[in-house]
């Protein structure tokens, strides 16, 4: 499995990206980039380096880390540079690389200390290679937490604040239909045709497109507020606290200040962990009594988000959780309402709980389980001491991606394949489960 794996990484690669699948997604994307680095660590801790690299080689000016960095010479995306025009919007956007002008979940510093152990296991001279990149790469990494701490915290709540249901990583999730459902498309939309729903076997695993008018005026109101978070937090008609994002700032925030007092950088190591204990502490306000996870916010309502998504799961994303909540959440992961549902092929943790109203076990973040965000879990549970439930979710998905063809996401109850096949961060995290087995 380990060597399928890699051969899907290096086909993936165009020699310095990695795209994220070889033919829906043609370009590197910001999370997707993380989490392929983490995996190529496991084989070749050069290529890993250059993955992060040439993704910060599309950072903004002011610290934004895009969603999406193009490859000049792929085509297939839809919308693509000429729809984002960032440089035309933005003084803050670099005029190559060509990227679009929103976020995804700021992954990057997990990803850092990840190859920086498997470099402390290698030793020699590739730790010594390493430990002067990270060095390298720590500023770029400071400026884009400044980012999200200056422009992106929301004075209310402390989450981190969207403008796009594409920044949370989870598109369609059913978190945010009622946020979507106050998003009207105003006129100027321009005329658009599909490109995604030709990579997928069926287009009900993908969102629809009802969907996607929301996902293309949203684009349209972020060009028109020049792609400026504080425009947006004026005009914006999608704004929602992301409890998942903020989790994984707080956690992320931690791992930087941890290299920053390595690299002898006191006062930002300050900075950092007031970041990660302010973020912490807004995804600890947000938990639900109720049903013992986190709510996201619809920061134009003030409305908690409740329905029961993966992304409730967030205290356990960003550590420190008093034990009485940590067992408690991990006890409802691995329990009926999630992992343990009766209905499962694998006991592993769908997108959406099948005993909500909401689950769709066919379409995309609505239901199907992702091998990546099971990876997420893996290692958050695994940082915070929870040994046995982390080895559990780890075999049995290693035993789900046994067929080797390294789906996007996988049915809850048939465990088949869906979306796109040999996503790369599918085989990354693969890879690293494989070196946590051995
Ligand atoms: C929009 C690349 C990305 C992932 C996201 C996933 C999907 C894009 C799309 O693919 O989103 O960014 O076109 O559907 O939802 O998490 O980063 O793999």
């Not at 470099?119 to 430990?131: F, I, M, Y």
């Not at 389980?369 to 940082?383: G, N, Q, S």
Request: with cysteine; hydrophobic share 40%; glycine share 8%.
């Amino acid at each position: 499995m380990a060597a399928r794996a890699a051969y899907i990484l290096r086909d993936n690669s165009n020699g310095h990206i990695t795209k994220a699948s070889p033919t829906l997604y043609p370009h590197q994307w910001s999370w997707d980039a993380a989490f392929n680095a983490i995996g190529l660590a496991t084989i070749d801790l050069a290529r890993a380096r250059l993955e992060l690299d040439s993704l910060f080689a599309g950072q903004w000016r002011n610290g934004l880390l895009p969603h999406i960095v193009f490859d000049p010479n792929a085509d297939g995306y839809w919308p693509g540079p000429s729809q984002w025009e960032c440089s035309a919007h933005s003084e803050e956007a670099p005029s190559a690389p060509a990227t679009s002008g929103i976020i995804d979940p700021p992954v990057h510093a997990i990803a850092v200390d990840r190859i920086l152990a498997i470099a402390s296991s290698v030793g020699g001279p590739e730790l010594a290679r390493t430990e002067a990149w990270a060095r390298g790469i720590y500023p770029k990494l400071l400026a884009w937490h400044r980012f999200l701490a200056r422009d992106r915290a929301d004075k209310e709540t402390g989450l981190i604040t969207l403008f796009h249901g594409w920044e949370s990583g989870t598109d369609n999730s059913p978190r945010w239909d009622a946020p979507y459902a106050g998003v009207e498309v105003g006129p100027g939309l321009p005329l658009y045709e599909r490109k995604d729903k030709a990579h997928v076997s069926d287009v009900g695993q993908r969102p629809t497109d009802h969907e996607y008018d929301r996902y293309l005026w949203l684009v349209e109101e972020a060009k028109r507020a020049s792609y400026s978070s504080g425009l947006l937090r004026q005009t914006g008609s999608f704004q929602v606290g992301d409890v998942l994002s903020t989790a994984i700032f707080a956690c992320a925030s931690d791992l930087l200040a941890s290299l920053a007092t390595r690299l002898n950088k006191r006062d930002d190591a300050a900075e950092l962990k007031d970041y990660a204990a302010q973020a912490r502490a807004a995804v600890f306000c947000h938990v639900d009594e109720a049903s013992g996870l986190a709510a996201d916010v619809d920061l134009r309502t003030g409305a908690w988000l409740r329905t029961e998504t993966i992304a409730g799961f967030a205290p356990l994303i960003a550590g420190g959780m008093p034990l009485t909540l940590r067992r408690r959440l991990v006890s409802l992961l691995l329990g009926p309402r999630w992992a343990g549902h009766p209905s499962l092929r694998f006991a592993l943790p769908p997108s959406t709980s099948p005993c909500s109203p909401a689950y769709d076990p066919s379409c995309y973040w609505r239901g199907p389980i992702w091998p990546v965000f099971t990876w997420l879990l893996t290692w958050a549970l695994t940082r915070s001491g929870e040994y046995t439930a982390a080895a559990a979710l780890r075999s049995t998905s290693l035993k789900q991606l046994a067929d080797e063809t390294f789906g996007e996401y996988y049915h809850p109850v048939t465990g088949a394949p869906l979306g796109s096949l040999h996503q790369s961060w599918t085989a990354a995290v693969a890879l690293d489960w494989l070196l946590e087995e051995e």
